[in-house]
């Protein structure tokens, strides 16, 4: 176990509507990074959020966005879904200091069918 | 896009063998990780080597690394049936301002009792 949650596991959407995902970042980390794997594929980079702010994004469009509060948790948020959106969502902290670091922490996931 | 791919895409082996699997990747790096992934949920680490090494150790894993050709591989040694799972090799974003990873295709390990 990481410490790291996301919910919901489990989530049936259809074409066109939004979806939030929520990740609970393990205790003493204040980056997230999301990641979208689809079936048979490694993750894919999304984002990452560092003290509140976006730290860097990966070549998903802009209907993907996020926020980070300030306890450290953290949203993403997906609108007019498509099915090629469907895919495990994985959330993983880590800290920053100086430097990021390196080993990142995952959650188990958050499993989108979008119909 | 991933970063490379990983070889073989899938391996069959019987309880107390040795599995190994090959990661290469394309660009520079700092570092390479490797993650373990049980039935599609979250990832595990499972070992990290910076490019300055060659080879690591972590109990029944062996990593190592050839930055000249861009490749690394990963080997469990006398497997047990709970390895069954992805493997994925991840490197850093060099150069870049995060510490996003970036990821293989992944090697699917059985481990047959």
């Known amino acids: 176990e990481t410490g790291v949650t996301q919910s919901p596991t489990h989530l049936i959407k259809t074409r066109g509507q939004q979806v939030t995902l929520r990740c609970s970042s393990q205790s003493g980390h204040n980056t997230v990074s999301w990641y979208q794997q689809a079936l048979g594929q490694g993750p894919q980079f999304i984002f990452q959020?560092?003290?509140?702010?976006?730290?860097g994004r990966g070549n998903f469009p802009p209907r993907f966005s996020g926020l980070q509060f300030p306890n450290y948790s953290s949203e993403l948020n997906v609108n007019a879904l498509e099915l090629d959106d469907s895919a495990l969502y994985l959330c993983?902290?880590?800290?920053?200091?100086?430097?990021?670091?390196?080993?990142?922490?995952f959650g188990p996931g958050t499993r989108l069918l979008v119909l | 896009s991933q970063q490379g791919e990983e070889d073989p895409q899938a391996l069959s082996i019987q309880e107390g063998e040795n599995a190994t699997m090959n990661c290469s990747y394309k660009t520079s790096i700092n570092n390479l990780q490797w993650y373990r992934q049980n039935s599609g949920r979250g990832l595990v680490h499972l070992i990290l080597i910076r490019s300055n090494e060659r080879e690591k150790h972590s109990g029944r894993l062996r990593v190592t690394l050839d930055t000249s050709k861009k490749s690394s591989s990963l080997l469990i040694t006398a497997s047990r049936a709970a390895d069954t799972a992805s493997y994925f090799c991840?490197?850093?974003?060099?150069?870049?301002?995060?510490?996003?990873?970036?990821f293989g295709t992944g090697t699917l390990l059985a481990v047959q009792p």
């Open positions: 993983a902290s880590s800290s920053a200091h100086e430097r990021p670091q390196e080993t990142q922490y």
């Open positions: 959020y560092y003290r509140e702010e976006e730290n």
């Open positions: 991840a490197t850093d974003d060099y150069g870049g301002a995060t510490n996003k990873l970036i």
